[in-house]
DNA sequence: TAGTGGTCTAGACCACATA
DNA sequence: ATGTGGTCTAGACCACTAT
């Protein structure tokens, strides 16, 4: 409240608000804007600016109508070894991960699909869309790309909130296995950011890989994906442990 | 300006801005929150807006007395063969890398330094700070702990601008080879911060790893290392090409 | 309907960099 | 001395979510 110092009043209670937040439940609610400008007696707009900074920091998560909340990070390892599951890498946490069909379309491959999967030109591949949940929160969404031929039938035989891994095992006999594999931090294109429900463009770790199946030596699935970066920080090891 | 839809005005006018600047030339300056405030007809703070939204996306750095300028991304790629260079990597995008040695201090190892260089207790180490600069702007810091023994008279052999991998391969005789290599993108702690000279805690692409000496078959160093990840963009990769 | 966060204007003072 | 970005108050309207 009083800036006794140098450093700006809305960083003072943004520590303040920080320090009790490492041991605040996650999804418990925050003091709204107003609240937080009658107790610390500031402008709203300072108040929003505490806000924000913590949201910045990703130590809580804003939705318009509702209130601000306490996040909580999840650490998405990548390493030589395997290439990370979400599901996993959710329940470990102790969260509830959830996956769901959006749509499942049949079309003919792009370009780029077709070389990744050494198609022959016009093949067809189905395009699965999927959306990825948290808690019941969206954090993410991502495409796989199959063979049409290796999966007839799969609109039907795959439902809305199956897994797709164990429909391809089960279903199909197909053992798909990481051949390779990319994760960069971007900014989410204007369509991924639609589909993840935001208004502006939020940080994402953007994945990509190829898998193959050893039955039959030839990559099966292009898979690409999304994943909130202010819900997943993105972690690389090598070697050791 | 006129908000036909219901797309904010510092969106839109974000929007255009943006694009106009992929064809911007890195380094170049951006117009004014008053300029751009005046050209728009915008009260400053709205114009404010906009430049902020395009800090968030990366695309410009902002200076307070200087202005905003126009950024440009270098990919920090990292795979399972090699951890990458920070000079390679700034030279291969065409800019200028420049590594400073800030201090060099010989102390107590550490326990957690004593342990991943398998030192006995109270071995000394040297403690080498430095700094990373692209084009002259200071972009990064890291740390190097080498166990003392192996570099006597450090401090004297090592100048200010040289290289530390040179100044051990060649004034030494030791060959370091990444062993552990880890990268995260995490905030940086207030220290960090105020070693890049910010105010605000950046994110940062946080590095650690312990390279070992093939002839000495030991390990000899630990590196640990923060780049703004304002100016770097983390970019794993595994398999293919 | 009340409360939340999101946007916008108006106007002020400040620290900092440059000339 | 001027211009830059950084902070802060005042007050307004809006869209969305809950009840």
Redesign the interface.
């Known amino acids: 409240m009083a800036p006794s110092t140098d450093t700006p009043t809305y960083?003072a209670v943004a520590g303040v608000l920080a320090r009790s937040l490492s041991s605040a439940k996650p999804g418990s609610r925050l003091p709204s804007e107003n609240e937080l400008a009658r107790t610390y007696g500031l402008h709203r707009q300072t108040a929003r600016a505490v806000l924000q900074?913590l949201e910045?920091?990703?130590l809580v998560r804003r939705v318009r109508g509702r209130g601000t909340f306490v996040a909580s990070l999840i650490?998405y390892r990548?390493g030589?070894g395997a290439?990370p599951s979400f599901s996993e890498t959710v329940r470990r946490t102790g969260a509830a991960p959830r996956s769901e069909t959006e749509s499942i379309r049949l079309r003919a491959a792009p370009a780029a699909v077709r070389a990744e999967l050494e198609l022959a030109t016009g093949a067809q591949v189905y395009l699965i869309s999927r959306r990825r949940f948290v808690d019941d929160e969206l954090v993410g969404c991502g495409d796989t790309y199959l063979a049409a031929d290796l999966v007839p039938d799969l609109p039907r035989r795959l439902h809305r909130s199956a897994s797709l891994y164990e429909a391809l095992t089960e279903g199909y006999d197909l053992e798909p296995v990481?051949?390779?594999?990319?994760?960069?931090?971007?900014?989410a294109s204007e369509r991924v950011t639609r589909r993840l429900g935001l208004d502006?463009?939020p940080w994402t770790i953007a994945t990509r890989g190829?898998a193959e199946c050893a039955r039959l030596r030839r990559p099966i699935e292009v898979t690409a994906g999304w994943l909130r970066?202010d819900v997943f920080?993105?972690?690389?090891?090598?070697?050791?442990r």
Chains 1, 2 share one sequence.
């Open positions: 960083l900074e910045r920091r990703h650490d990548v030589p290439a990481r051949a390779v594999y990319r994760a960069e931090v971007e900014l502006a463009q190829i970066a920080r993105l972690v690389v090891e090598f070697g050791g």
